[in-house]
């Protein structure tokens, strides 16, 4: 396993009870994945995608100051409707544009008035003589934007690299209900990103230890196994369920979407590729602190008392439910509140600004963290050799880009032993998964044949 070569001191193993007087002082973290800001090669990464970086709601008739990639930028819609991402600080001599007022066409600076463009173009200069070249010799800095279901996206890399906008078939749902998101983790990104490729931590964090979060199969650990998909990885977890067998798959999508699975399936419901409940792009703002920014697509179909019981559970966990899967999202609940039911923020913020990878000790269940750090590390390497990372499209498509993140429950007779459960169980999961892969998922075949052994994405 890849573990991070970029790691610079590693804690020595401690071998003996009462040994933290020996422990290793200095421990390193992962500087190749960890540090995004310009020129840094995880920072060029990210700069090759498209990232939102506010809602399209925060830009009404003020601009909004925000940080992303550790770059201090202004965002706002002037009064013809067109979306300006621009550098902070004024051209002239520095004054945030977070006091600028916004006009018909761009944005003006408080101080002196000078009048940018959503593009950085300087319309005027009204404090200089007529004539004054200034505004046609130099531009502010500004970055391209895209806005898409309520999110303001970003393109912060080179302008010769821009790439197409990737729309997913997670944005047209005629069967949801969208809810956006926006919350800040003050620690590194990379933690936060982990947290979706480990499934283990569902049946502890969320199940057995706090009380029932999510519902009570989630208790169990699931056979489970990570897989390359085409946009990215996923995760494919099944569990145990009475006479069913649950399938729950979980899209890490190249290089910062997480593609999430709703919980909210009823005990004994057969399920047919119930898609994804919530789609969070994991920002970097810079090194310690980071954006979750997206949306709940929350099945329409879902029976409401199902939503009521859920609400009911958080609640009694002491957690804060604002739509499905929210749980333990903020530090909003007292410390004593979070300390009784911690959620994934504690979880994730609570490893440190910046986690120090020199002291972990990776299981077989960090499969999928280790794997997602290599997406990511390939990525890097990537832009570093002039290569397009994954993930990234050059060119737009007609038809949403595929994910494959869904539930799906079905009746499959228990197996003799419990081992013979867990292949089983396993077979179901890459049968389905080979399935959506193929195009022939349907609901009369689902699962059919399961399949003891493929590589996904198959080779060509
Ligand atoms: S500092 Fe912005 S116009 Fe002078
Ligand atoms: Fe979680």
């Known amino acids: 396993m890849d573990l991070g070569s970029k790691v610079n001191a590693r804690a020595k193993p401690l071998r003996e009870a009462y040994g933290a007087y020996n422990s290793t002082r200095e421990i390193g973290v992962d500087e190749e994945l960890s540090r995004v800001g310009r020129g840094t090669p995880c920072g060029e990464y990210f700069r090759r995608f498209w990232q939102p970086v506010c809602l399209s709601e925060h830009l009404k008739d003020l601009p909004k100051r925000i940080r992303i990639l550790g770059e201090d930028l202004v965002a706002f819609r002037d009064g013809s409707g067109r979306v300006g991402v621009l550098e902070l600080h004024c051209s002239h001599r520095g004054t945030s544009l977070e006091y600028g007022k916004i006009q018909q066409r761009g944005i003006s600076c408080c101080y002196h008035g000078w009048q940018f463009d959503v593009d950085g173009r300087i319309l005027d200069t009204p404090g200089e003589p007529a004539g004054s070249p200034i505004k046609d010799r130099i531009c502010h800095g500004a970055y391209p934007t895209h ?39 003050p620690c590194n990104w990379l933690q936060v990103r982990e947290n979706e ?28 196994e990570w897989h390359e998909t085409p946009i990215g990885m996923c995760y494919l977890t099944v569990r145990r369920w009475g006479d069913n067998l649950y399938l729950r798959v979980n899209d890490a999508i190249a290089p ?18 119930r898609r994804g409940a919530a789609m969070n792009w994991v920002v970097p703002v810079d090194d310690t602190n980071t954006l979750n920014i997206g949306f709940g697509d929350i099945d329409k179909n879902l029976p409401l008392e199902g939503r009521d019981a859920y609400t009911d559970r958080m609640n009694r966990a002491g957690q804060y439910a604002v739509g499905a899967g929210d749980v333990g999202q903020t530090g909003e609940p ?35 963290v280790v794997m997602y750090r ?35 429950v079905k009746p499959v007779p228990k197996a003799a032993t419990q081992e013979a459960d867990h292949a089983q169980s396993i077979a179901f999961g890459r049968a389905i998964l080979k399935q959506m892969l193929d195009g022939t998922l349907s609901k009369r075949n689902v699962g059919a044949e399961m399949a003891g052994d493929f590589t996904f994405p198959p080779k060509s």
């Open 147 to 185: 806005e898409w279901m309520g999110l303001v996206f970003a393109y912060m890399g080179p302008p010769d690299k821009k790439p197409a906008f990737p729309v997913y078939d997670a944005f047209e749902r005629p069967d949801a209900e969208f809810l956006h998101r926006y919350r800040f983790s």
């Open 197 to 224: 490729m480990d499934p283990v931590h569902l049946s502890f964090l969320h199940t057995r230890l706090f009380g029932v979060q999510f519902q009570p199969v989630y208790g169990e650990i699931p056979s489970m």
């Open 256 to 273: 910062n979407i997480c593609r999430i699975a709703g919980i909210d399936d009823g005990e004994g419901e057969v399920v047919f590729d």
């Open 334 to 368: 007292t410390y004593e509140q979070r300390q009784r039911a911690p959620g994934d923020w504690d979880a994730w913020v609570s490893q440190g600004e910046i986690t120090k990878h020199g002291r972990e000790h990776l299981g077989f269940t960090d499969q999928g």
């Open 374 to 408: 290599k997406l990511v590390r390939d990525g890097i390497r990537a832009v570093a050799e002039g290569r397009d990372p994954k993930g990234l499209l050059r060119e737009g498509t007609n038809a949403p880009i595929m994910t494959y993140c869904h539930n799906t």
